[in-house]
């Protein structure tokens, strides 16, 4: 078998779209000949860097985007909810403090992504589903909680995500993805023959299954296709 393509996810729990890529790319890592790395990233910082403008701010384009991930949420299987405020969850408090936490995570964490995967995916639906805080250290605890952790893990998470180390480290995943060329999420870097190529969005997959020489089959490639 040749050697693994490496596959970065560069997403935020604040996105929505960055939800349905990184299940998406969780569901394919066993399908592809992939080896995927998950890269909790600050989307404001990305938004920023990049001078982009979020497409929440823009009205026609938030009510469009209220309707799509209604769908998506539908197509890809995963359990979207938009928050009762929207702008509030978003923009007021942000994913800086979470983002912050995942990083923490993946720095403290034994045996490859799979604390930071859980962690990131209920962080998602606190947000996304259940309409709840993602920013508080109770609301992190919470979902720390729920993915596993213990009480003495989580403690020790939440101060080290108010260090120096990870605030920085959040930071570098930050450059890494604007020296991309990212200016959103999520966004998939896959390197072949030692160029990154990079992807935006939720919609690329087929288009990124062809780059990097595998077959797209669908939002749920374990389910079983139905017979004609």
């Keep these: 078998m040749t050697s693994k393509k490496v596959i970065e996810l560069f997403y935020d729990v604040v996105s929505p779209y960055s939800w349905l890529g990184f299940e998406v790319m969780c569901r394919y890592r066993t399908v592809w000949n992939i080896e995927l790395k998950l890269r909790p990233t600050f989307l404001g910082g990305v938004m920023q860097g990049s001078g982009n403008k979020p497409p929440g701010l823009v009205p026609n384009k938030f ?26 969850a978003m923009f007021q408090k942000g994913s800086l403090n979470a983002m912050r936490f995942v ?7 034994k045996g490859g992504d799979e604390q930071v995967e859980r962690v990131s995916r209920e962080l998602w639906r606190r947000i996304w589903y259940e309409d709840k805080d993602i920013t508080e250290p109770a609301s992190l605890s ?11 893990e989580i403690k020790e998470l939440l101060e080290l995500s108010n260090s120096k180390e990870i605030k920085n480290k959040l930071k570098s995943s930050t450059q890494n993805a604007l020296d991309y060329g990212a200016f959103g999420f999520p966004l998939v870097v896959c390197h072949l023959n030692g160029k990154p190529e990079m992807f935006f969005g939720s919609d690329r ?24």
């Design 63 to 88: 009510l469009y985007m209220t309707k799509d991930l209604n769908r998506l949420s539908e197509y890809f299987n995963v359990p979207l909810r938009s928050p009762s405020d929207p702008f509030e």
């Design 103 to 109: 990083t923490a995570v993946q720095e403290k964490g």
């Design 142 to 152: 919470e979902a720390g909680i729920k993915a596993g952790l213990s009480d003495s």
């Design 205 to 228: 997959f087929e288009l990124m299954a062809h780059c990097i020489g595998e077959k797209w089959l669908g939002p749920l490639p374990d389910k079983p296709a139905a017979k004609l």
